[in-house]
């Protein structure tokens, strides 16, 4: 199996500039970044699946197997392929989304995150370890001592206020012959 080395530089450059462009501030050069990454992938496994064969269920099994080509990469390009045009429809609706709210497709940081950039370059990074460190090893929960009652179900007859609409298992008795065994006074008796 021989790999071209053009392929091999290609990939290589279109993975470099595919994260390049997603670390930028706009939406849209994230979405040709990843577009950019997507495509690289996708030459990735045209890369792996090797030379060229026959398929695999062609000849009737008198093929060698040598010669005939590695299904499972041309699948994942297919599902790479589908992913990527997934994530690209999601990024466009968000890119026009953000147009549409602010007429700028630029991510901008909040209050939070200045104060945490902020906080972060003036502390030493150990910092931030401690706060996330517990004082109180041995608790493990707030209810540790409750005493815990079983669960009681409310019915219509506990709370007035309460509907009792919930549907219920219980056999269903057809109208015929509820109707049979009383009268209707308006039509007499049915005898």
Do not use: K
Not at 94 to 121: E, K, M
Not at 126 to 149: K, L, N, Q
């Amino acid at each position: 199996m021989t790999i071209s080395l053009v392929l091999v530089i290609v990939m290589a450059v279109l993975f470099a500039c595919g994260v390049y462009a997603m670390l930028e501030r706009s939406l849209t050069r994230v979405l040709i970044g990843f577009l950019l990454l997507g495509n690289a992938a996708n030459l990735l496994l045209l890369i792996v699946m090797g030379a060229p064969g026959r398929a695999p269920f062609y000849d009737g099994g008198e093929t060698d197997a040598a010669d005939m080509s590695d299904a499972l990469p041309q699948a994942l390009t297919l599902t790479a392929i589908v992913i990527t045009f997934g994530i690209s429809a999601f990024l466009l609706a968000l890119i026009y989304r953000s147009w549409q709210l602010g007429q700028a497709d630029t991510v901008i940081d909040d209050a939070d995150d200045v104060a945490l950039r902020a906080r972060t370059a003036n502390e030493p990074e150990d910092a931030m370890d401690e706060e996330s460190r517990s004082d109180d090893d041995d608790v493990t929960t707030d209810f540790v001592g409750d005493v815990a009652s079983p669960i009681r179900v409310l019915h219509q007859g506990d709370l007035s206020s309460l509907v009792d609409d919930a549907p219920v298992d219980r056999v269903a008795v057809r109208r015929d012959d509820r109707d049979d065994d009383r009268s209707d006074p308006q039509d007499g008796d049915r005898s």
